[in-house]
């Protein structure tokens, strides 16, 4: 049976536990008893993984980032080892918003991926950071390369997700159009082998909602922004993603 992956990342919201217990609840609400052939993730900020993982039963719980660094001391940072202990299974790394205005370097990425591997979770690698609508595929295909290789060194892997998710997509209302997005997982799939990745699954993020979701084809799921911060609407997404 094929897996599939529907990852909510709610980012810097809500504003408090009560809030953030809540959302997961009404999540957890909405969707089916039996869902063998999906995986829903639920990625909240750090401080309200406690909250929210007290609430998860039939989700698994999810983080944000990670930190490049085991252990020590580097303030603010939070390390693989805790976020284990703490029931995290899977880390968003390289996502473009990090990218973009944290400056995350492709050393530093690679070197988050390779701690959450070291930890037992599973990485969700994102591709895409820094494409403008107006590039055309060549241009996307060049960056969209470049970004999955620095993000990899040459240990094998086990489980790897990766994201498409063009920046200019998120938040913005727009997404690429369905057979494009089917091209770039055709052409990131074309990569496994020489990357000594033993289970790859594609997926697509960007202002994606329940009324555009089964418009793409061959993918393995979502990364999902905005749309995660309604319960209902996350649950329809899951729902109408086939």
């Known amino acids: 049976m094929a897996r599939r992956f529907i990852i909510a990342n709610w980012k810097m919201n809500p504003t408090n536990k009560e809030e953030a ?6 999540v957890e609400s909405q969707l089916p008893e039996s869902q063998a052939d999906r995986e829903v993730i639920v990625c909240p900020p750090f401080i ?72 037992k979770m599973i990485p969700v690698l994102c591709v ?26 040459n240990s094998p892997i086990d489980v790897l997700l990766v994201t498409y998710e063009p920046t200019w997509a998120i938040g913005s209302g727009r997404t690429p159009d369905p057979d494009h997005v089917s091209r770039i997982a055709a052409f990131l799939r074309e990569q496994q082998d020489e990357l000594h990745v033993k289970e790859m699954y594609i997926l697509y993020g960007g202002s994606v ?34």
């Open 21 to 26: 217990s809540a959302l997961a609840a009404e």
């Open 48 to 119: 309200y993984l406690q909250s929210v993982r007290s609430v998860l039963n039939k989700s698994k719980l999810g983080s944000q980032d990670i930190s490049c660094f085991e252990g020590g001391a580097y303030t603010g940072e939070v390390s693989g080892r805790q976020l284990y202990n703490m029931g995290v299974g899977y880390c968003i790394i390289g996502h473009s918003e990090r990218r973009q205005f944290i400056h995350e370097t492709s050393e530093e990425i690679r070197a988050k991926l390779r701690t959450c591997l070291d930890n």
């Open 128 to 153: 895409g950071g820094g494409l403008k609508a107006s590039d055309d595929e060549a241009t996307i295909r060049a960056m969209v390369r470049k970004q999955f290789n620095e993000g990899l060194d």
């Open 209 to 242: 909602n329940s009324h555009n979701a089964s418009s793409f084809r061959d993918i393995d799921g979502f990364l999902v922004g905005g749309a995660s911060l309604d319960g209902h609407e996350f649950a329809e997404i899951v729902r109408a993603f086939k």
